[in-house]
C-alpha cells in the first residue's frame, strides 16, 4: 500500500462529514464534539475526493459491496438502526431457519410488513450512483447483502445478491424458486401453487449457508479488484464481512461509506463518514461528465 492512498488515518475516524451535506442535527451530534471546525472538515473531505478521483481515473476494477445502509435513505430499515424491532422482535431472531420453523405465519408477517415497505419506496441517489458507475468501468462488480432488490431496481445489470432476494419465495418441498410480487401477501403463510407446500422468502437466514455461485464470485472480484467500496454495512455480518479484507490484505484501497464507524473502519484507506445518497454523488461528480452514461 503507497502512503499516498492513507489519506484518512485512524485519528480521524469518527469525524463527520455532515456539515457539507446538511444533515440532520440529530445526525450532526452522532460521535462527534459539536463545534467542529467546518473549514478542517471541507478539507478532509476534498482531499478524499482528490485522491480517490486520481485512482478512479487510472480506470481501477472496482468491486462494491453495499449493505441496508445504502437502502436507508430510501425509507427501508436497517437492522441495528433504531429501525431494527418489529413488534419488539429483534431481526436477528426472526431471520433464523429456527424461528421459521416454530412460527412460520409470524416470520412471513414480518417478510409481508416488510415487502410492503419496500413496494412503497424508491432507490435513492446511492443506488443510481453506482448504475452509472457499472456503465463506465469496464471492470465492476456490485456484491450486496440487501434483499430488497432496489440496486436492480435503480438500473444495475449485474448485482451479486449475497443473501437472496425478498421478491422471490421458494417452495419448501420442491426447492423451486419463482417471483412473487403479491403484497400483502394471501394467504399467510404463502402456499407452493404447485404442490400445496408452505413457501418461504428465498433469503439466506442467520446460520444458513449463503449461495455458492454467487459467494464464488463475490470472493473472485473482491480478490482481484484494485479499489473496494464498502457502503452501509456495519460489517458484523459473516462472510460480506470478510470480502474487503480480501482486497485490503492484497494492499488495495478501501473506501468506506457509513456515518458510524465499523469494525472495517481500521483497514479502510478513505472514510467517508456520511450517507451514501450524500457521499456517492460527490464521488461521481469526479468521473468526467458525459461518459457516465446518465
Ligand atoms: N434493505 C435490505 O435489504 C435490508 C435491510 C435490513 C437488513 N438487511 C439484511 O440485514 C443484514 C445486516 O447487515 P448490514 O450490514 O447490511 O446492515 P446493518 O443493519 O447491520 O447495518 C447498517 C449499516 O448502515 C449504516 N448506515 C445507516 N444509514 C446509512 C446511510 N444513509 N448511508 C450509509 N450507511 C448508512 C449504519 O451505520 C450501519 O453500519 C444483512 O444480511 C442484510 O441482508 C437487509
Ligand atoms: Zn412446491
New binding site residues.
Given amino acids: 500500500m503507497s502512503p499516498i492512498f492513507r489519506i484518512v488515518s485512524p485519528n480521524f475516524q469518527g469525524m463527520g462529514i455532515g456539515l457539507l451535506y446538511g444533515q440532520s442535527p440529530a445526525s450532526l451530534r452522532n460521535g462527534r464534539p459539536l463545534g467542529y471546525p467546518v473549514q478542517r472538515e471541507m478539507s478532509e473531505l476534498e482531499t478524499n475526493l482528490a485522491g480517490l478521483e486520481k485512482i478512479l481515473l487510472g480506470g481501477p476494477k472496482i468491486a462494491v459491496l453495499?449493505?441496508?445502509?445504502?437502502?436507508?435513505?430510501s425509507g427501508?430499515?436497517?437492522?441495528?438502526?433504531e429501525d431494527?424491532l418489529w413488534k419488539k422482535h429483534r431481526?436477528e431472531e426472526l431471520?433464523t431457519p429456527q424461528a421459521f420453523y416454530h412460527a412460520p405465519a409470524l416470520v412471513w408477517e414480518w417478510y409481508d410488513w416488510?415487502r410492503g415497505i419496500?413496494a412503497s419506496k424508491e432507490p435513492n441517489a446511492?443506488h443510481r450512483a453506482l448504475v452509472r458507475w457499472e456503465r463506465y468501468f469496464p471492470h465492476f462488480v456490485l456484491i450486496?447483502?440487501?434483499?430488497?432488490g432496489?440496486h436492480r431496481r435503480a438500473g444495475s445489470q449485474n448485482v451479486l445478491e449475497?443473501?437472496g432476494n425478498?421478491w422471490e419465495v421458494r417452495c419448501t418441498r420442491e426447492g423451486t424458486i419463482t417471483e412473487n410480487y403479491e403484497s400483502p401477501l394471501n394467504p399467510i403463510p404463502p402456499l407452493c401453487p404447485a404442490c400445496g407446500a408452505m413457501l418461504r422468502p428465498n433469503?439466506?437466514w442467520f446460520g444458513e449457508s449463503l449461495p455458492a455461485e454467487t459467494l464464488e464470485e463475490a470472493y473472485a472480484a473482491s480478490a482481484s479488484c484494485d479499489l473496494m467500496f464498502v457502503?452501509?454495512?456495519?460489517?458484523?455480518?459473516q462472510p460480506?464481512?470478510s470480502l474487503p479484507l480480501l482486497a485490503a490484505e492484497r494492499g488495495v484501497p478501501i473506501v468506506e461509506?457509513?456515518?458510524?464507524p465499523?469494525p472495517l473502519t481500521a483497514s479502510a484507506d478513505f472514510v467517508f463518514r456520511?450517507?451514501?445518497?450524500?457521499?456517492l454523488p460527490l464521488i461521481d461528480e469526479r468521473l468526467p461528465a458525459g461518459s457516465t452514461g446518465g
Fill in positions: 453495499t449493505g441496508a445502509g445504502i437502502s436507508a435513505e427501508i430499515p436497517t437492522f441495528r438502526g431494527g431481526a431471520a416488510r419496500i446511492g450486496t447483502q440487501n434483499v430488497d432496489l449475497l443473501h425478498i433469503v439466506v457502503i452501509g454495512t456495519s460489517a458484523f455480518v460480506a464481512a461509506v457509513n456515518p458510524q465499523t456520511g450517507r451514501a445518497g450524500d457521499v
